[in-house]
């Protein structure tokens, strides 16, 4: 199958107009109503002990990331907070996601594609399964004994992290970390609905809106979405959104939030306010996490963010000028 996407071989990284198979750009993502809507993972099999194929193991799977996109670093994240850093290679794409999709460069810390040399993340997708013809999202979850995608859905990646590779996991420490504890999960699994259509994937309906109403619609949710967790932050006292303890809810709030001053406040048009001037709780949540967390400053690289966003979004800024500001983009403690 591979032999027919030769063509893909000439990369346009540098192509302001990016065009997919389908006919449509790859950055073309709103509806006619303008309302931008995110497509529902296809890969969705889980690592367990009691799963016929896909059971753990070490150096058996590994991650695919893009070091730029919210949903990836949710996985690099929880990957780190759990020590799987060598049971579980990750490789990064390119920064730019050009005419192709997201491809495998090596400058600026990407990696390249060490397993089958693919130039494209598309080429693993195509591996996994000859007929996808969905899109070609990071994170994915391979699986290199059966050449194939195991799983490309950010949040069930995360919760298999969290408990499946135990058994292989050295440091005790890393081990006991539960980021889904069973006392806390109804309150999790509230607050990570909530957030994830109104924060995370709201920034997006605000930036990728066509139309000036779905843009204020959104822009407004994402907000009131800020407020509340603002609110909650308080409440709970922290230092984690839900108390004394580290959740997921920590870990997916982190990957929206963290990019928010630096990209989606002028990308996105999510202006109303900033975290750094308007949210002094959830800008001290979010600096500890920053500054005392290793698993959540290692894994953020903020050129990748700001270079990703601004210059492959070529509808949203056709210059492709990254803005410098804000300067630092994540203040000191
Ligand atoms: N629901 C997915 C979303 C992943 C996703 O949308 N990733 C974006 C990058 S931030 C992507 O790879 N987009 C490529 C495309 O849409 O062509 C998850 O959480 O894993």
């Known amino acids: 199958m591979l032999r027919n996407y030769g063509n893909l071989l000439k990369r346009q990284k540098h192509s302001i107009f990016a065009k997919m198979s389908s006919g449509g750009t790859i950055t073309n993502w709103a509806g006619q109503d303008g309302e931008f809507r995110r497509q529902v993972s296809s890969f969705r099999e889980s690592v367990s002990k009691e799963h016929p194929v896909f059971q753990p193991e070490i150096g058996r799977y590994h991650l695919y990331v893009s070091l730029a996109c919210p949903w990836a670093h949710r996985t690099l994240i929880v990957r780190k907070l759990k020590g799987l850093e060598e049971a579980l290679p990750v490789h990064i794409v390119g920064w730019l996601m050009g005419p192709n999709g997201w491809d495998f460069e090596t400058d600026h810390g990407s990696t390249g594609e060490p397993l089958y040399k693919s130039p494209f993340l598309r080429n693993l997708y195509f591996r996994a399964d000859p007929n996808y013809n969905a899109r070609f999202t990071v994170p994915v979850f391979w699986d290199v004994k059966h050449h194939t995608i195991v799983n490309n859905e950010s949040s069930e990646i995360i919760r298999f992290l969290n408990y499946e590779f135990n058994d292989l996991i050295t440091d005790q420490k890393k081990k006991e970390v539960d980021l889904y504890p069973k006392d806390l999960r109804s309150e999790i699994d509230k607050w990570n609905d909530y957030f994830y259509n109104t924060l995370n994937n ?132």
Not at 260 to 280: A, L, W
Not at 300 to 318: A, E, M, V
């Open 202 to 333: 709201g920034v997006y309906k605000s930036g990728f809106a066509t139309t000036a109403e779905a843009y204020e619609r959104n822009v407004k949710v994402v907000f009131e979405a800020l407020d509340k967790m603002e609110d909650l932050l308080k409440q709970t006292r922290g230092p984690y959104v839900l108390g004394d303890r580290l959740t997921e809810t920590d870990v997916r709030l982190y990957t929206t939030i963290i990019r928010f001053d630096p990209v989606y406040v002028q990308h996105f048009k999510c202006n109303i306010g900033t975290i750094r001037h308007d949210y002094p709780h959830i800008h001290t949540w979010l600096r500890n996490l920053y500054w005392r967390h290793p698993a959540f400053f290692e894994t953020t690289d903020f050129d990748h963010i700001k270079w990703h966003y601004t210059r492959s979004h070529t509808q949203i800024n056709p210059l492709r000028i990254t803005p410098l500001g804000p300067l630092p983009p994540i203040e000191p403690l």
